[in-house]
Every structure is written in structure tokens, then in C-alpha cells.
């Protein structure tokens, strides 16, 4: 999205607050988003995820600290589970839908990025 756009938008949002990026957010859902948002709940590795969940779940913690959300969160291992538990639904699919290649353009844009600026090693091919 232009910069000019991205302004506007962030003038125009109820909350700019420091913890939601002053309401910068330098992309606009698209109006089938919620469709993309269903699909990647199926997309990436479930089995691999909830292995991790249940390693996790096994530690003693009563806080989170996430990177993409006001901090800390007050949470323990039923509560951090719950926050998984769409994979434990029957039918849930890895491969089923998988996500359009548009969909993934921010995400694309950010590795080219910090791979030509030496932030991050290019990707290695699988």
C-alpha cells in the first residue's frame, strides 16, 4: 500500500495507540480475507504444531510474552492449548485449500527485503 494511504488509514482508526502500531499497518485486508484467514487454519503442519504445543504445555508458566500483541499475557498450559485447539478438530487438513499465492506478497516482499539488506541468510532450497 502507498505511504500516502497508509497515513490516511492510520488517522482515520480509533486506536493509535504505541501497542497498535499507531495505527500504522501498511496493508488492507482484501475483501475475501476471511476465506484466506479459514485456509490457513488448515495449512501449516498440524501434527509438528501440537507435538510443540504439548512440549510447551508441559512447562510451568503463568505468562506469555508474544511479539505481535500487548504484553504480557496472563495464561498457563490450559490456556496456551486452548489457543491451539482448531487442530485437534476432525477433518483438519494441512493440504486441503491451499492458501493463493497473492495471499503470501507482504510476507514475499519482507524476505526479499531483509535477504538483499544481509539481515537475513537467503532461503535454502528445499
Not at 496456551?80 to 485449500?97: C, I, M, V, W
Not at 503470501?104 to 528445499?126: C, H, S, V, W
Request: glycine share 4%; proline share 10%; hydrophobic share 35%.
Amino acid at each position: 500500500m502507498p505511504l500516502g494511504e497508509t497515513l490516511r488509514r492510520a488517522f482515520k482508526t480509533r486506536d493509535r495507540s504505541r501497542e497498535s502500531y499507531f495505527g500504522l499497518y501498511p496493508f488492507a485486508w482484501k475483501p475475501d480475507w476471511e476465506d484466506s484467514i479459514e485456509k490457513l487454519h488448515r495449512y501449516r503442519a498440524p501434527q509438528e504444531t501440537l507435538t510443540w504445543v504439548n512440549q510447551v504445555s508441559q512447562w510451568p508458566f503463568e505468562r506469555i510474552v508474544p511479539c505481535h500483541l500487548s504484553a504480557p499475557l496472563s495464561a498457563d498450559a490450559q490456556v496456551f492449548r486452548q489457543a491451539f485447539s482448531f487442530l485437534y478438530r476432525p477433518g483438519h487438513r494441512s493440504d486441503a485449500d491451499p492458501l493463493p499465492e497473492e495471499d503470501f506478497e507482504l510476507l514475499y516482499q519482507l524476505d526479499k527485503t531483509l535477504t538483499k539488506r544481509g539481515i537475513t541468510p537467503p532461503a535454502k532450497p528445499l
